[in-house]
């Protein structure tokens, strides 16, 4: 997050910054910070959201293999609740109640490797794809994290005939995939406590389950939140397998943009802002019809965009100046509903618990500003 707040200098700086870091040709988690990256095109001249309003379709970079985030269907459809959030910047920007995947939105699927280089690259306007947001990916990556969708942990998944603990993993082979903060703390957690392996570093989950599958790959490490996820679809062809209670390590997931753009990161980070604050303000899907029309209190009103006090004129509700509708959160609501009608959604159907997800009035650490 630290250069898009100052501007034109720091995007220019960054894009220098990422010139030279291309020559040296790296690739991957660790090769594509600033000093091994990849070229970023030329600081944009405009804000994204300008082009992207001309252009009439946001661009989302997502996952379309962990299910509940970010899965693609039988029938070709990628749902999840990463993929809610790219409708909710679409509802936003364009003052729409039900953005169309085609129209209003494109999703641009991305493995975990390619993800920072694509984002610069402008292949897409905002990477939605189960992203830690690291001090790393935010300085030399050039990436600035919107607040976190979702506070989630690494763990380790493996056949529960073998294995209960990670020491048990002492000399076994973990696959893992490439270009992860997985793949980095895997050495640090087992090196920590003395423990060897032998990573099997992989491109992706179709890969990493075929390896899995053939025992090339004693255990699986990944984020709790998408091996959870996987577990019920893998069982069904190696059964009995279990996810051991050791959380390895933070893994704060949020949207990410392309730093020095702070008119684009704004709008990207004021809508999941707005999203938490419904829940806790109990705007829903089901009672923003009814609030837009009359807001129980200012902060609702402040919320929609809508006037409630009395002096405000007809018309004029709070606008926190960011270059969209005051009403944009209206038109989130309407489209995707709030925090907890997204984790309903997707992933409490697949026995996903709050936990630290939950508001922080619930016990959790989902906290958001106030519109004011
Ligand atoms: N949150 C971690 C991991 C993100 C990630 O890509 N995870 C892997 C497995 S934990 C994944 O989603 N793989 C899906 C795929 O590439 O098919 C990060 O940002 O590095």
Redesign the pocket.
């Known amino acids: 997050m630290s250069l898009h707040r100052h501007g034109r200098v720091a995007a220019l700086l960054l894009g220098l910054v990422l010139l030279v870091a291309a020559c040296t040709g790296d690739d991957g ?1 660790n090769g594509d910070r600033a000093a091994g990256g990849q070229p970023a095109q030329p600081a944009p001249t405009e804000s994204l959201l300008q082009t992207v309003t001309d252009r009439g379709t946001l661009r989302c970079g997502v ?4 299910p509940g ?1 970010g899965f693609e269907t039988a029938e070709g459809q990628i749902e999840g609740f990463d993929i809610d959030f790219c409708r909710a910047f679409a509802a936003a920007i364009f003052g729409v109640d039900d953005p169309q995947e085609g129209t209003h939105y494109e999703l641009t699927p991305v ?2 490797d390619a ?1 920072f280089n694509a984002l610069r690259a402008g292949e897409f306007d905002v990477l939605v ?4 947001w ?1 001090s790393s ?1 935010d300085g030399g990556e050039g990436v600035s994290f919107a607040h976190p969708n979702f506070y ?1 942990g ?1 763990a380790m998944l493996a056949p529960a005939d073998r294995f209960s603990t990670i020491e048990d993993l002492d000399g076994a082979n973990i696959c ?2 490439a ?5 980095l703390n895997l050495a640090d957690y087992f090196g920590a406590r003395d423990l060897t392996f032998e990573p099997i570093v992989l ?4 890969v ?1 389950f075929e390896a899995f599958r053939q025992e090339r790959c004693d255990a699986v ?3 709790r939140s ?2 959870a996820g996987l577990l019920p679809l893998w069982e069904e062809d190696v059964p009995n397998l279990t996810i051991f209670e050791d959380i390895m390590s933070k ?1 704060p ?1 949020a949207p990410g943009v392309v730093d020095g753009d702070s008119e684009w990161f704004d709008v990207i980070n004021v809508v999941v802002n707005g999203i938490i604050l419904a829940e806790e303000l109990g705007v829903s899907q089901d009672n923003v019809d009814q609030e837009a029309e009359s807001p129980s209190d200012p902060f609702i009103g402040a919320l929609l965009g809508v006037p409630v006090q009395e002096g405000e004129e007809l018309g004029l509700g709070f606008d926190p100046g960011i270059g969209i509708e005051a009403t944009f959160m209206q038109n989130v609501l309407r489209a995707v509903g709030n925090y907890a009608d997204i984790f309903d959604r997707h992933l409490a159907p697949l026995g996903h618990e709050r936990g630290i997800n939950a508001l922080w009035t619930d016990g959790g650490i989902q906290y958001a500003i106030p519109f004011r």
């Open positions: 988690e996952n379309n293999t962990v985030f493995d975990a993800r794809r189960n992203t830690t690291t990916r989630d690494q893992v995939t270009g992860t903060t997985t793949e491109e992706d989950y179709e990493i490490t990944g984020d998408a091996l893994e997931l």
